[in-house]
């Protein structure tokens, strides 16, 4: 068939043209083949009927040529001349167009690429929903190479409810009660989802004992580090093997003590594994203001914390509540989301309200008051305050 098809090429017959007879002729070759001929035979009916379709239309296309010339006064070969550039230009604009969609196609596929994976951000409502979301989260990062991350639970105090409300727990007790009836608790049931294999540091030993082990629960120890600060380590021990284990420092502060434990703790651990800051009491470097006991403290955490190898305890899980123009408001980072805003509204669907978080909008950065009262103000939903929401209710 290939050597057919040079044979039209050579008789001046196009690519589609040779197509569309090459396809004839072997439904013909079919057809004679069906109706009882020799293999041979039909093979030679089909081209030799085949090609005197080539030659025919070879001949119609240099009468049309011909006529064409007559009628523009021009010869025959100008004729053909200005046909083979209108032909060589028609597939040069073939070309480009396919190349440009295919180079679109390549530009949707790199944006799908780019945002594929990333998670459906919702404010959780109990302890079970923050614990996942914030796991996946981590776990994300860790696949990153960010190995060093800083996680802000919302804290609640679990021994009165399993749900998040809309604002801050008070804890009376101060920071032992808060570490006791909330940080503890809290950080244990999000290391009990956390996995985070450091594959680069096992051995085919260790490969062998953790198969099948990776999705099992761990074992979670906790070690008080000073109790009236209500700081700890709570170890996660793979059940996968200690390639798995992951370590949690717990309300640390900016005491040079922590420091120090973030230093060693980072050093033993490796660079590979995971190691977690849970809600330390700091913001940024500028926490560390001038002490005279520890006048290097601000550059001491500077390079600890925030330049250190792993990620420099990036924040890869936030949830913050607070009021921004007397309304609930949550501020939530999911790695790798940017920060999503939210603002709950009351839902009287089951005849009493019931605050619904309603998504105002996302931030590149950690959003402000400022950005949630810009944003509140656009929605018609929130026109009104929360209390004169509640009286306009209650008139009806």
């Known amino acids: 068939m290939k050597s057919f098809t040079l044979l039209l090429a050579a008789a001046g017959v196009s690519s589609s043209e040779a197509f569309s007879i090459n396809h004839r002729s072997s439904l013909k070759s079919v057809t004679a083949t069906c109706s009882g001929s020799g293999s041979g035979s039909s093979k030679l ?14 001949e119609k296309a240099a009468k049309v040529r011909a006529e064409l010339a007559s009628l523009e006064g021009k010869s025959l070969d100008q004729v053909e001349e200005e046909a083979a550039k209108e032909k060589e230009q028609r597939e040069r604009l073939i070309t480009e167009s396919k190349a440009a969609s295919e180079a679109a196609m390549f530009k949707r596929k790199s944006s799908a690429d780019k945002t594929r994976g990333l998670p459906v951000v919702y404010v959780p409502t109990n302890i079970e929903e923050q614990s996942v979301q914030a796991a996946m989260a981590i776990e994300r990062a860790f696949q990153d190479g960010i190995t060093r991350q800083t996680v802000r639970l919302a804290l609640i105090n679990t021994r009165e ?51 099948g082990k990776e999705k099992l629960p761990p074992t979670i120890k906790a070690q008080d580090i000073w109790d009236f600060d209500g700081s700890a380590l709570i170890t996660s021990e793979a059940a996968a093997g200690p390639s798995g284990d992951v370590q949690a420092l717990v309300f640390p502060n900016t005491d040079v003590k922590y420091l120090k434990d973030i230093e060693q703790i980072h050093k033993t651990l490796g660079k590979d594994r995971l190691f977690l ?69 009351e839902d009287y669907s089951f005849g009493r309200p019931i605050p619904t978080a309603m998504r105002l909008g996302s931030s590149k950065e950690e959003p402000k008051l400022s950005d949630f009262s810009e944003l509140l103000n656009e929605r018609e939903e929130f026109k009104l305050n929360k209390t004169m929401r509640q009286l306009n209710r209650n008139n009806y």
């Open 277 to 345: 800051l849970v809600n330390p009491f700091w913001r940024n470097v500028e926490s560390w203001g001038f002490n005279i006991l520890a006048p290097n403290a601000k550059k001491k955490a500077q390079d600890v914390v925030f330049d250190c190898d792993g990620g420099a305890f990036e924040e890869t899980y936030v949830l913050k509540r607070f009021s921004a123009r007397g309304e609930d408001c949550v501020a939530l980072k999911v790695y790798p989301n940017d920060w999503e805003m939210f603002a709950f509204l």
């Open 161 to 211: 409810t399993e749900e998040i409300g809309v604002e801050d727990e008070d804890f009376v007790g101060g920071a032992k009660q808060m570490y006791r009836e909330s940080g503890k608790p809290l950080t244990t049931a999000l290391l009990k989802e956390v996995r985070a294999v450091a594959t680069d540091i096992q051995s085919e030993d260790d490969k062998k004992k953790g198969a």
């Open 45 to 58: 009916y089909s081209q030799s009927s085949a090609l005197e379709e080539a030659l025919k239309l070879r």
